[in-house]
């Protein structure tokens, strides 16, 4: 953050002569000047005595005695000739004022600053104080080699975007510390502990998502993520369908994951997720079959999803135990209609019953009637 320092009754004359271009000022007094550490500023506005009329706003960044160390020309004006008796005074500025929210209770804040910082070429570029000071700092020009983007070591918190140009790495670091490669086009909040230069997220891993392979598809890491038909051509690109590639069945809603490499036409996708389509009860309804099953008929399951099959028969025989009637699923007996007896004899010679199963997609059904049986009630859900 820009850390500006505030002193009060900093009115003094100026001893030397500064011309523009100069970023040293010599003062008559140094009365109640504090002192700055690094990162700090000090606002300072210099006067003509003459007319009163020209203003020039320098930040201080260090003070040695009388001697000032500035950065000429801040907040909009421009570099003047200074002569000796100049007035020079510290007080706000427009810049260091910020805002409020109208609101007594609520505490005075400061405005974020924001840098727009050219660092194109090949060497190392240091942050100046004034430059350091900035919340916002966006890194631009076309580097043409690996560079380093050096802050002081000092406690502070950034937010650095590389806005550069040029296949090579920017690095934001203190002198001697370790710090962050930020990848261009990126935006990172960065802190420095007075050491190193640390990525204030870096619990979180960090995720880039360029471009890999066209516009159809975007990777992380060896991961890559399209769109398209998992079973053929992947969006029209031959050149994916690594191990743990994913696509996504624009047409069906359902997440695809390669689980044997090859061609885009002879990888292997295997589905990892269920669209609202496959699950059982969305969008189907009971209706009943009866006048369209008969009993000893297969049928299939040749929907997307599973269906439930609800048979109500009856059995009718002599006093001789009846068989009941069976319900299959893919060949397999999941069910079956059973006989009630009162004594020795069938219930009013009739045995009625109700067997219920779930049919997968793709798999068969049938119901077989038992002794003299019939379908009293055939329904589904599909």
């Known amino acids: 953050m820009t850390n500006f320092v505030f002193a009060n009754n900093v009115?003094?004359?100026?001893?030397?002569?500064?011309?523009?271009?100069?970023t040293t000022l010599t003062l008559s007094s140094?009365?109640?000047?504090?002192?700055?550490?690094?990162?700090?500023?000090?606002?300072?506005?210099?006067?003509?005595?003459?007319?009163?009329q020209i203003y020039e706003i320098v930040y201080v960044t260090a003070i040695s005695g009388v001697t000032l160390t500035v950065e000429r020309g801040q907040e909009g004006t421009s570099q003047q000739n200074w002569a000796i008796g100049d007035n020079a005074f510290s007080t706000g500025t427009a810049a260091t004022t910020g805002?409020?929210?109208?609101?007594?209770?609520?505490?005075?804040?400061?405005?974020p600053n924001i840098l727009n910082q050219?660092?194109?070429?090949?060497?190392?570029?240091?942050?100046?104080?004034?430059?350091?000071?900035?919340?916002?700092?966006n890194l631009t020009g076309a580097i043409t080699a690996n560079i380093n983007v050096i802050v002081p070591a000092v406690a502070g918190l950034w937010t650095f975007k590389n806005g550069t140009t040029g296949a090579f790495t920017l690095t934001v670091k203190t002198t001697s510390g370790t710090g962050v490669v930020l990848t261009q086009g990126y935006t990172a909040i960065l802190y420095c502990d007075g050491t190193n230069v640390i990525n204030a997220y870096n619990f979180v891993p960090m995720i880039n998502l360029p471009v890999s392979d066209s516009a159809s598809g975007f990777g992380i890491a060896a991961m890559k993520l399209y769109a398209g038909n998992p079973n053929g051509n992947v969006a029209g690109n031959a050149n994916v369908n690594?191990?743990?590639?994913?696509?996504?069945?624009?047409?069906?809603?359902?997440?695809?994951?390669?689980?044997?490499?090859?061609?885009?036409?002879?990888?292997?996708?295997?589905?990892?997720?269920?669209?609202?389509?496959?699950?059982?009860?969305?969008?189907?309804?009971?209706?009943?079959?009866?006048?369209?099953?008969?009993?000893?008929?297969?049928?299939?399951?040749?929907?997307?999803?599973?269906?439930?099959?609800?048979?109500?028969?009856?059995?009718?025989?002599?006093p001789a135990p009846p068989t009941p009637g069976y319900l299959y699923v893919n060949g397999l007996i999941v069910g079956y209609s059973v006989a009630t007896y009162e004594g020795s004899q069938i219930d009013q010679f009739n045995s009625r019953g109700q067997v219920t199963a779930l049919v997968p997609p793709g798999q068969t059904y049938e119901f077989v009637n038992g002794t003299n049986g019939a379908i009293i009630s055939w329904l589904e859900l599909s």
């Open 118 to 137: 050219s660092v194109a070429g090949g060497v190392d570029v240091t942050l100046s104080n004034i430059s350091y000071a900035n919340e916002i700092i």
């Open 11 to 22: 009115q003094t004359k100026l001893a030397a002569a500064a011309a523009t271009g100069v």
């Open 99 to 111: 805002t409020s929210s109208g609101n007594p209770s609520t505490p005075f804040q400061l405005l």
């Open 242 to 318: 690594g191990a743990s590639d994913l696509v996504w069945d624009t047409t069906n809603s359902i997440l695809y994951i390669c689980t044997t490499t090859g061609t885009a036409s002879t990888a292997v996708w295997t589905q990892a997720s269920v669209s609202l389509s496959q699950i059982l009860g969305i969008s189907q309804t009971w209706s009943d079959q009866t006048a369209n099953r008969s009993s000893g008929v297969i049928y299939t399951n040749s929907g997307t999803k599973p269906i439930i099959v609800s048979v109500n028969a009856y059995t009718m025989s002599t």
């Open 30 to 52: 140094s009365a109640n000047l504090p002192t700055l550490s690094v990162g700090e500023i000090m606002p300072l506005t210099l006067n003509d005595a003459a007319t009163g």
